[in-house]
């Protein structure tokens, strides 16, 4: 069944905006308006009872074309587990596991290959509670089961750890702000709300955010700016003892944003359609801003991380097994028609995620190595 295009949980967001906005004199930040929409308890996107993910929801990641996402993550997670001479307890990190589609994969991979499953924990920090219920309710069969598992609200609940943290499209839901260049300075883009509609206003002059200069962009150029995910990358350098940070998702380089998306990159996604106005109806659809990587890798090295290797997710498939773990499928399958799904499934991760790229960050006290990508 196909998501409905106003469920009951997106008249909670607009209420929660209604009222932000009525505290602040009828404005809010984009930024905060991007959190209420997507993380609001009372109706944002996440908290809805429907699932966004595959073909009953708006969108699909990577996790939901097949087992071979997963499997090949797992082995960047044994690669890390390796370097580390494999530790007891190792701790596998997820950051926003979203239904748990993912992290069954990795865990059952990883059980598969290893001859010790029980020293691996792994760990599910989502912040959505529909989502987290639904993610600690999956059932995992064997091999996955031999892996123990657990919810953590942070990534420093308990204090330091050595393991691998990773995250999947996570980054470009983290609410950013939205700063336009006019007159010579850049300003906050803000959201005008008024009865049930927003529009775009103008706050005040920004001189600096985060650990990055902003650039001296032309006249109406429009960026977006995660201060919410430079922090969270500090939580992880302030916690992973020993081990590595991997963070999947799409976006580009500073210059590469503003050559190719001048008037910013807000994107929003309903029953699999791009496009839409992202002020109207807060809840309802999926919002997302393209991930500036230059950003985020200078953010990395003042937090203490210590860069392994930027390159596109496809690259970093290759260079962790993506090819092999293909191989292990397609002979594994029950039928030729199983046979195609693995061929277009791994296609699609070949070719369909241009846009994508990986970053690897290792703790500064032992830093490690990226596999090299195959030549």
Do not use: C
């Not at 993910?53 to 997963?70: R, S, V």
């Not at 587990?81 to 748990?100: C, I, T, W, Y």
């Not at 203490?304 to 962790?320: D, K, N, P």
């Amino acid at each position: 069944m196909a998501a409905s295009p106003d469920p009951p949980g997106g008249r909670g967001a607009a209420d929660s905006v209604r009222r932000w906005g009525d505290l602040h004199g009828g404005s809010l930040p984009w930024e905060r308006f991007m959190e209420i929409a997507l993380y609001d308890p009372q109706g944002g996107y996440y908290q809805r009872r429907e699932t966004p993910f595959g073909k009953p929801g708006d969108f699909y990641t990577a996790a939901h074309l097949g087992p071979a996402f997963g499997r090949t993550i797992a082995r960047w997670v044994l690669d890390i587990d390796a370097q580390l001479d494999h530790p007891d307890p190792f701790r596998v990190v997820e950051l926003g596991p979203g239904d748990g589609s993912l992290a069954e994969e990795v865990a059952g991979e990883i059980a598969r290959r290893s001859g010790t499953p029980e020293r691996f924990e792994y760990v599910l920090i989502e912040r959505s509670a529909t989502l987290r219920q639904r993610a600690v309710q999956r059932e995992w069969p064997a091999p996955a089961s031999r892996v123990r598992r657990s919810v953590q609200s942070g990534i420093g609940e308990r204090g330091p750890f050595t393991g691998a943290v990773f995250a999947n499209e996570l980054w470009d839901a983290l609410p950013a702000r939205s700063l336009i260049r006019t007159g010579g300075v850049w300003r906050e883009r803000t959201v005008l709300w008024a009865g049930d509609r927003g529009s775009w206003g103008l706050g005040e002059p920004v001189r600096g955010v985060g650990a990055a200069p902003l650039p001296e962009d032309e006249e109406g150029t429009v960026r977006e700016v995660s201060p919410a995910g430079e922090s969270l990358l500090r939580a992880v350098a302030d916690h992973l003892a020993a081990g590595a940070l991997l963070i999947l998702d799409y976006g580009g380089m500073t210059e590469e944003l503003g050559v190719h998306h001048p008037t910013g990159r807000i994107s929003t996604l309903r029953r699999h359609r791009a496009g839409g106005d992202p002020l109207q109806a807060p809840g309802t659809a999926d919002l997302s801003v393209d991930v500036d990587f230059a950003r985020l890798r200078a953010a990395a090295g003042a937090a203490g991380l210590v860069e392994m290797a930027y390159r596109s997710q496809a690259e970093a498939l290759g260079a962790w097994g993506l090819t092999e773990v293909a191989e292990e499928l397609r002979r594994a399958a029950p039928g030729e028609a199983e046979r195609v799904r693995v061929h277009l499934a791994v296609k699609s991760l070949w070719f369909g995620f241009d846009r994508f790229r990986a970053l690897e960050l290792s703790a500064r006290r032992r830093p490690l190595r990226a596999r090299p990508t195959p030549r």
